[in-house]
């Protein structure tokens, strides 16, 4: 139940956190709140991490990449693309036969991982540096 979108801008704290989406949101509150789960979770989090800040890959070079077993693989890729954060693509491949799988972050799993979790363990380093009594000695 979006509302006035001018509301969430103008400084004043919205009386509930549905009332940050716009009225159009393409997404609801449950939806983004489902994706911060699915990241919340370390083997989701690295898959993400390595479609955000590597290349598309392949399951077969994911695996290899954070060594994990096939069907624990696909489960939590599974759950990544269903709540919107990565996509899956196919493709035929020069010379071979069949069709070519690979994962890719979607714009929301971008975002959700270093405007979120990157963002966070950035802000690490700062606070580290704000409240580190050695460096007024």
């Known amino acids: 139940m979006p509302t ?9 704290t919205p009386d509930a956190p549905e009332d940050l989406l716009p009225t159009d949101s393409v997404r609801s509150l449950d939806e983004y709140l489902e994706m911060h789960a699915a990241v919340g979770h370390r083997t989701r989090d690295e898959i993400l991490y390595r479609l955000v800040h590597g290349s598309d ?5 994911l ?7 096939d069907s ?11 709540v919107g954060l990565v996509e899956k693509r196919q493709r035929t491949e020069r010379g071979q036969n069949g069709l070519y799988t ?10 959700t991982l270093t405007d979120g979790v990157d963002e966070l363990i950035r802000g690490e380093w700062e606070f ?8 007024d000695a």
């Open 72 to 82: 624990t693989l696909h489960y939590h890729l599974d759950e990544l693309v269903d």
């Open 57 to 61: 890959m392949s399951p077969t070079e």
């Open 63 to 69: 695996e290899e990449a954070i060594d994990i077993d």
């Open 128 to 135: 580290e540096d704000l409240y580190d009594s050695s460096a």
């Open 102 to 111: 690979y994962y890719r972050p979607t714009v929301f799993g971008e975002v």
């Open 4 to 12: 006035d979108r001018s509301r969430a801008l103008d400084g004043d």
